[in-house]
Every structure is written in C-alpha cells, then in structure tokens.
C-alpha cells in the first residue's frame, strides 16, 4: 500500500531537549516537505526537499533542521524545541505536483 | 509569490442541501489548484485537482469544483451535503511555473452538516 508513515503520532517533551519526527514513504517520490498545522493558518511549509542531498526552507523554517540522506526518509529535527513549535506537523512526498499526506505528529512542548 | 484565501472559517449547511466551499488564489503564472478535506485526528486526503482543460473538475467522494479565471477563484461544491461530510477543507495552489513544487495552502474551512 502507497503511503507516507511518520513517527512519532504524538510527543510531549520539555523545551530545549533535542528530538526527531521520522517521514518515511514507500512511492519513490523524489519531492518531500514537512508542514506544520495552526489554527487559522492552515498548512505552512517548514522545510522541502527536491531530490536526496537536496534541501530548502520553506515558509516558516526557524527553529527547524532536515536531512534527505535516503530517498525513502526525510527526518525533521528540532535541535532546541520551543513552546511555539507546539503544533501538527505533516510529511508530504509529491508526484506531479499531486501531495500525498502522512498522518501527522502532535508535538506538544513545555 | 502565490497565495490563497478560504473567507469563511466555517459553512453551516442542512443535510441534503448544496454546498459550496470558497477560495480564491493569486499567482504570478498559471496555476494549478487542489482541494483536500482533512477528518478529525486524521491526515490530509486529496479531493481534486485542477490543471488544465475543463473548469469544472470532479473530485472524490461527490465533491465538484469549479475553476473561474477571471475571478481567480476554485470553489468546492457538491449538490447534496452529507453528515459525515463534516470536516476541515483546505484550498491550494501552486504556480505551474514553480520548479520547486511548493503548494501554498488557505487557513480551512469547517465544514459543518446538520441532520
């Protein structure tokens, strides 16, 4: 089955303690992106990546590392996390422009 | 750069009625349009798209949508709401002329369907 899997679903942690929310899809897009989810905002793009080895920042990457060492994973890593990265977050991979969705990680940081 | 704007935070609609969910985008190109409908606790699903061709693009689940040029608008649409239509709806969009892929999304609209 075609899908975008991502880990973990839910995560509290305290600020300043480093962590990784893994992406993972099985399609063999070269396109990925993370967003995150606020309320009244919609989605907003964090980081994308293009093809392996091949990052840039999207709309709103302060605060916020990638990697794209495999074409199948794309990790988000929060180095120091903040409070206001408390949020939903979304992995992506893209064919055609066509975005296909992971089922999210709600990040809660104290 | 690309934006979108979905101008109702939410739809109140009776189960049976028509509904139409609203967005407007601006690009600088042409663009290439897309509904996604997200369920409580759950990921964003793809509903339609549009590139080129015919304005009005059929979608899953009964949705429609219409593509208006001039009025730079894409509003979902389906002749009759079901409860279990309730959800969050996101309008995007992207420049075909972005290489870089990147969609740009609106703020949702919650659709809410009254038996």
């Known amino acids: 089955e075609a899908q975008v899997t991502q880990n973990p679903r839910y995560l509290i942690t305290v600020t300043g303690k480093k962590l990784t929310v893994t992406c993972s899809q099985n399609?063999?897009?070269?396109?990925m992106s993370w967003y995150r989810q606020d309320p009244g905002l919609g989605l907003r793009q964090i980081y994308y990546?293009?093809?392996?080895?091949?990052?840039d920042k999207g709309d709103v990457p302060e605060g916020y590392k990638v990697s794209r060492k495999e074409k199948r994973n794309f990790p988000l890593i929060l180095e120091s996390p903040s409070p206001n990265q408390t949020s939903l977050y979304f992995c992506?991979?893209?064919?055609?422009?066509?975005?296909?969705f992971g089922p999210g990680t709600r990040l809660t940081v104290l | 750069a690309q934006s979108v704007a979905q101008p109702e935070d939410q739809v109140n609609v009776a189960e049976g009625n028509p509904l139409t969910v609203k967005c407007t985008y601006s690009?600088?190109?042409?663009?290439?349009l897309f509904w996604y409908v997200q369920y409580p606790n759950r990921g964003l699903q793809f509903l339609l798209k549009?590139?080129?061709?015919?304005?009005l693009v059929k979608g899953s689940y009964g949705f429609e949508a219409e593509f208006n040029k001039s009025q730079t608008s894409f509003h979902l649409k389906k002749p009759s709401a079901l409860v279990s239509d309730s959800a969050l709806y996101f309008c995007?969009?992207?420049?075909?002329?972005?290489?870089?892929?990147?969609?740009?999304f609106g703020g949702g609209t919650r659709l809410m369907v009254k038996p």
């Open positions: 992506a991979s893209s064919f055609k422009g066509s975005q296909y």
């Open positions: 399609m063999n897009h070269e396109y």
């Open positions: 990546s293009m093809n392996v080895e091949v990052t």
């Open positions: 690009v600088s190109g042409n663009p290439y």
């Open positions: 549009y590139i080129t061709g015919d304005n």
């Open positions: 995007a969009v992207r420049d075909l002329g972005n290489a870089g892929n990147m969609l740009t």
